[in-house]
């Protein structure tokens, strides 16, 4: 081997160490990157928490509220309907009485 295959060899050597070096410290930067990105969200998440601690209550009760009110609705709406249905039944009485007495007085003789 002369010196000018031994230069190109070193020249590759180097060229292909500085390629490896510098991925390996893209790599290790990214890492870093994440590794920060993942804690920042943990902070923000234990934060969250924090911030949610003293209003639990509320938000554990909130759907029992809503199953709550979804009921009284159901039974206002119950309540409606007997009232309608009454109401009906009441007009069809009076209809029923006033038919009746039309009828009776119709076959009373007139004097």
Not at 5 to 13: C, G, K, N, S
Not at 79 to 108: C, H, N, P, Y
């Given at each position: ?9 070193l ?7 500085i ?15 994440e ?12 934060a ?6 003293p ?6 009760t ?6 709550r ?16 249905e ?13 038919i ?8 009373e003789?007139?004097?």
């Amino acid at each position: 081997m002369d010196e000018a295959q031994l230069i190109l060899i070193l020249i590759a050597l180097i060229g292909l160490g500085i390629t490896v070096l510098k991925l390996f410290l893209d790599l290790r930067n990214d890492l870093r990157k994440e590794r920060s990105a993942r804690i920042e969200d943990r902070k923000v998440t234990e934060a969250l928490i924090e911030y949610l601690k003293p209003h639990k209550d509320i938000l554990v009760t909130q759907p029992h509220q809503s199953e709550r009110e979804i009921s009284l609705r159901e039974q206002e709406l119950q309540l409606q309907r007997e009232r309608f249905e009454w109401d009906q039944l009441v007009a069809m009485a009076k209809t029923a009485g006033w038919i009746i007495e039309k009828a009776l007085e119709s076959d009373e003789p007139e004097k």
